[in-house]
């Protein structure tokens, strides 16, 4: 059961998009605009359509709410006494013969592992805990084992690196924390527009980790004279998989705060 409700939220999480939501707008406004009788309301849905793509690429407009969300979480603060372990969540990956580590670990990656270990120096004695799985389509090597990888040619001693193999999400990710590290002083590295579910999670796990946000996605704009742009757009489509993700942790955490009632 817990299968296909995770695939069923990857479905919802990748159609409810501004990219998919956009292009079943115009699928459905070029239905009704076949019609004489509902011409009216297709050119209403083709407006829509127009202004989410637009709201979604325009960068003075898009910083505006990216920035609300990831403000939420301030950024890393060293406490005076170093925690015992770094936890950095996972992202994406795929193992391509010929291809140096640095390239089959997803940018968002590469900047999340980055941030861990500028973490782990700053906390002598402490570990790095990687955690992720295999992917849908199964990797010969996992996510941690990958990063774990990239750590070691950066110069990580392999005592310092634990790998968690198999949670899917982050959910799955804190509940195998919480259950491996119950009482251990943690901190959490993930996206900044990530943090608030992430952090959501943990402490519903029983953890209270410090967060540590890093690849903030918003950018203060100089102007209101720029171009829409595909690379605001995929920035706005993250946050709204995080804020889709946020509504699904809260009312998962809901539905299970009932059954154990029950």
């Known amino acids: ?18 990219v998919p939501v956009t292009l079943l707008l115009l699928l459905w406004a070029l239905l009704l605009l076949l019609r004489a009788k509902t011409r009216w309301l297709g050119m209403v849905v083709v407006f829509f359509a127009t202004a989410l793509l637009f709201v979604g690429s325009y960068s003075p407009l898009s910083h505006q709410y990216i920035s609300s969300f990831e403000n939420q979480i301030p950024n890393y603060q060293q406490p005076e006494i170093p925690v015992n372990y770094v936890a950095v969540l996972g992202s994406w990956h795929q193992s391509v013969a010929n291809q140096p580590v640095t390239s089959e670990l997803s940018p968002t990656a590469i900047v999340r592992l980055a941030e861990g270990i500028r973490i782990y120096h700053l906390n002598p ?26 750590a070691l040619a950066l110069g990580v001693p392999e005592k310092d690196i634990l790998v968690l193999n198999g949670p899917r999400d ?21 996206t900044a527009v990530h943090m608030p579910r992430a952090l959501f999670l943990f402490q ?31 920035h706005s489509e993250y946050w709204a998989h995080e804020r889709l993700g946020f509504l699904w942790a809260q009312l998962t955490q809901q ?4 059954s154990d009632q029950d």
């Not at 059961?1 to 501004?18: A, W």
């Not at 539905?255 to 009932?258: A, G, N, Q, T």
């Open 255 to 258: 539905v299970k705060s009932y």
């Open 125 to 150: 004695g402490s570990k790095l805990i990687f955690t992720g799985f295999r992917g849908i389509i199964k990797d010969r090597v996992s996510y941690p084992e990958k990063l774990q990888e990239l």
């Open 170 to 190: 982050t959910m799955e990710e804190a509940q195998l924390i919480a259950d491996q590290f119950p009482a251990a002083s943690l901190v959490l590295v993930t």
């Open 204 to 234: 519903h796990a029983g953890l209270d980790p410090i967060p540590a946000p890093t690849e903030h996605l918003s950018k203060p704009f100089k102007s209101w004279w720029t171009f829409p742009a595909a690379e605001t757009l995929a």
């Open 1 to 18: 059961m817990d299968h296909y409700l995770f695939l069923l939220k990857k479905f919802l999480g990748n159609l409810l998009m501004p």
